[in-house]
């Protein structure tokens, strides 16, 4: 409605798969999977793996975009991890299932947003990026609507 206000046009019949991808890669799945892991584990611990989408990114990029992965960047994104759980602060905690499936969950979340960041920067570099930010947030709303995961 507010593009259409503006008169801005978002170019759906062209560029829709894209927001769908990147709405479900950027947005949907990561936002289900920490709101899974957020009811079973503490926050802290949700951070340091939300800390590691860095790692995943710089990964990806290695093997689609053909870019270096350097010792120096290996050991910044390490560091950076490290910072975080710090500050974050790691309290003890009885791992189980739920734990461990919670935990998957965040590194998922991480995962998803690494490969977002490569993907629009491949096959979606040329979107507008207010397109790109509101096409991609409609399409992540009906990715999952209705859905209820407990």
Not at 23 to 46: D, E, H, M, W
Not at 101 to 117: D, K, V
């Amino acid at each position: 409605i507010y593009f259409g206000i503006i008169g801005f046009n978002v170019e759906w019949k062209k560029h829709w798969k894209h927001y769908f991808v990147i709405g479900f890669i950027n947005s949907a799945l990561p936002f289900t999977l920490y709101a899974f892991a957020a009811r079973n584990i503490p926050a802290s611990y949700s951070v340091i793996f939300n800390s590691t989408a860095p790692i995943f990114s710089s990964l990806f990029a290695m093997l689609w975009l053909d870019d270096s992965f350097s010792r120096g960047k290996l050991i910044g994104l390490f560091l950076g991890i490290g910072g975080v759980a710090v500050v974050s602060g790691i309290h003890s905690t009885q791992v189980d299932s739920l734990f461990i499936a919670s935990m998957t969950a965040c590194l998922g979340s991480a995962i998803c947003y690494g490969l977002g960041g490569v993907y629009i920067k491949k096959y979606a570099a040329t979107l507008q990026p207010m397109a790109g930010a509101g096409g991609s947030q409609l399409m992540a709303s009906l990715d999952f609507h209705g859905q209820q995961f407990t």
